[in-house]
């Protein structure tokens, strides 16, 4: 049972990839720093995943829980950047501010992508939203195959 939670909860990683880069190549949204930042625990849960198939061990679903917890954290914290809740990386969120020292190769160097701009909503959930509260799920079915695990 273990197992076959995780190889879910790794395929759930993998649909919400496949989402991300359908937007980003098919769509024509280009992520911004938070968002290619929020892709890499669903690439290692994959992985985990892959290796569960080989190794099934109940210890790698509860990293996998873990790692996917993670995500949705960066998630929910780029939404709360989404949505003027917080600051974001000055790296993303704009221009430095203006102390006299900004240079022409400062305005060139930062990213056309913002991290604070919402480029695609559903019922109001931004991405990162909804990045959040599918990782969270796919937390707790990590979470669930790491239970499962457990010798009785």
């Known amino acids: 049972m273990t197992q076959k939670l995780a190889l879910?909860?790794?395929?759930?990683?993998l649909a919400m990839m496949l989402g991300a880069w359908g937007f980003q190549y098919i769509g024509g949204l280009a992520p911004c720093e938070l968002c290619l930042?929020?892709?890499?625990?669903?690439?290692?849960?994959m992985a985990l995943g892959v290796v569960m198939l080989v190794l099934p061990n109940r210890?790698?679903?509860?990293?996998?829980g873990l790692v996917v917890l993670?995500?949705?954290?960066?998630?929910?914290?780029h939404a709360g950047v989404e949505?003027?809740?917080?600051?974001?990386p000055d790296t993303?969120?704009?221009?430095?501010?203006?102390?006299?020292?900004?240079t022409v190769d400062d305005l060139f160097a930062r990213p056309v992508v913002r991290c604070d701009d919402i480029p695609w909503s559903l019922f109001g959930i931004?991405?990162?939203?909804?990045?959040?509260?599918?990782?969270?799920?796919l937390?707790?079915?990590?979470?669930?195959?790491?239970?499962a695990g457990k010798k009785r």
């Open 8 to 13: 879910l909860a790794a395929l759930g990683s």
């Open 37 to 45: 930042l929020q892709r890499w625990p669903h690439e290692i849960a």
């Open 59 to 64: 210890w790698l679903a509860l990293l996998g």
């Open 70 to 77: 993670g995500g949705a954290g960066i998630a929910f914290y």
């Open 83 to 88: 949505l003027k809740f917080w600051a974001g």
């Open 92 to 102: 993303c969120t704009g221009l430095p501010p203006l102390t006299g020292t900004l």
């Open 126 to 137: 931004s991405m990162a939203g909804w990045n959040g509260l599918i990782s969270l799920g």
């Open 139 to 147: 937390a707790a079915t990590w979470l669930v195959a790491f239970r």
